[in-house]
């Protein structure tokens, strides 16, 4: 039963004699975020999922892979966004930095479209 115990934590990664150590932008996350074996961390929150959706289109189409969390419950019920805390952004450890640059550009407008853009 012990050695049952062992490895199963030693495969959740509970059991590292020198745990990594924690990114950057894992600072001031909710303990649940740095569990070992959850490689996705919030760059950002959206009170209205449409704005959400947007700001992953453009990660998307950076190729840093993201999804959302809470956007189908916020959807359903707009008035429990605040409550909630809004649409959650999420991204692959690895990809952090690079989404916030993204993200920043995107409130920059860098991303907005010249009134004689051809968009059809």
């Not at 074996?37 to 449409?50: H, K, N, T, W």
């Amino acid at each position: 039963m012990d050695q049952a115990m062992s490895a199963q934590l030693s495969a959740q990664g509970w059991n590292e004699q020198n745990p990594s150590p924690r990114p950057r932008s894992a600072e001031g996350a909710p303990d649940d975020a740095l569990l070992p074996g959850r490689d996705l961390f919030e760059v950002a929150r959206y009170l209205a999922p449409i704005e959400a959706r947007l700001a992953q289109g453009c990660l998307e189409a950076s190729g840093i892979p993201a999804v959302l969390a809470d956007d189908q419950l916020v959807q359903t019920n707009m008035l429990w966004a605040a409550a909630l805390g809004g649409v959650r952004i999420l991204v692959p450890q690895e990809f952090v930095q690079q989404a916030e640059a993204v993200l920043g550009a995107l409130q920059r407008g860098e991303f907005a479209l010249g009134d004689d853009a051809d968009v059809g």
